[in-house]
């Protein structure tokens, strides 16, 4: 299936469907600014408030592929094998928590980095929180150009794929690629200022080649979600 295929099948045949799943209050999508480059086709990302609904609909932790029961939900599932490599999607189920929002929660149309993070070998998850929360994000979230700076840490660490999800927004991509570099690469090489001092500290606390990450344009579909902190 080819790029332009899978995005036309995504959001006019699936996105009808998903956005109704049972409990799903956020639906929102990131499509890459470089798909030839990009590691992935897409982001989908659902949001729920509370997270028995979320593994009804979409199963838990510790297997990329799930058998929901709910009627919509299980609408979708049928039709992820119509355009998704299942086994190969990875996935993260976890709990937003945002750190900087300069856009008070209207990301729709803002270029965003999203990194999907490994931690360092011989760090403990616990370790890689701390490290991460108090050491880096004072740093990460001043980096110039970023209007909102969210985590999402994993609600099951032991069965996760990734200990934790760091997304910077920005309006500019020019200033993303600044900061950030492009696709392409799971490494990247800062001119300066905080975003220099924050690749710096990168080397302290994740294994960066085994970290993806995705450049995109988030688009939202579905919003009735009050608290921006959520599942």
């Known amino acids: 299936m080819s790029h332009e295929a899978f995005v036309e099948h995504w959001q006019h045949t699936h996105t009808p469907i998903a956005k109704d799943i049972e409990g799903v209050v956020r639906y929102q999508q990131v499509l890459p600014t470089e798909p030839e480059h990009a590691e992935f086709d897409g982001l989908a990302e659902l949001y729920f408030e509370t997270l028995d609904e979320l593994h009804e609909a979409l199963g838990s932790e510790g297997s990329r592929d799930y058998d929901p029961t709910k009627e919509i939900a299980a609408k979708a599932r049928k039709d992820v094998d119509n355009f998704l490599d299942v086994e190969r999607r990875p996935r993260l189920i976890g709990r937003e928590r945002v750190v900087?929002?300069?856009?008070?929660?209207?990301?729709?149309?803002?270029?965003?980095?999203?990194?999907?993070?490994?931690?360092?070998?011989?760090?403990?998850?616990?370790?890689?929180?701390?490290?991460?929360?108090?050491?880096?994000?004072?740093?990460?979230?001043?980096?110039?150009?970023?209007?909102?700076?969210?985590?999402?840490?994993?609600?099951?660490?032991?069965?996760?794929?990734?200990?934790?999800?760091?997304?910077?927004?920005?309006?500019?991509?020019?200033?993303?690629?600044?900061?950030?570099?492009?696709?392409?690469?799971?490494?990247?090489?800062?001119?300066?200022?905080?975003?220099?001092?924050?690749?710096?500290?990168?080397?302290?606390?994740?294994?960066?080649?085994?970290?993806?990450?995705?450049?995109?344009?988030?688009?939202?579909v579905k919003n009735t979600l009050v608290n921006h902190d959520g599942y």
């Open 100 to 220: 900087k929002d300069e856009v008070d929660g209207d990301t729709d149309g803002l270029y965003k980095h999203s990194a999907f993070l490994v931690r360092k070998e011989g760090m403990t998850h616990e370790e890689f929180l701390d490290h991460w929360q108090h050491t880096h994000t004072p740093i990460a979230k001043e980096i110039d150009g970023v209007v909102r700076y969210c985590q999402v840490v994993p609600t099951d660490p032991e069965n996760a794929e990734f200990d934790g999800v760091a997304e910077l927004y920005f309006d500019d991509i020019d200033k993303l690629y600044d900061a950030l570099g492009s696709e392409g690469s799971r490494d990247y090489e800062a001119t300066g200022g905080k975003a220099a001092e924050a690749r710096e500290d990168v080397d302290n606390f994740l294994a960066i080649e085994a970290r993806p990450r995705f450049i995109g344009r988030e688009q939202l």
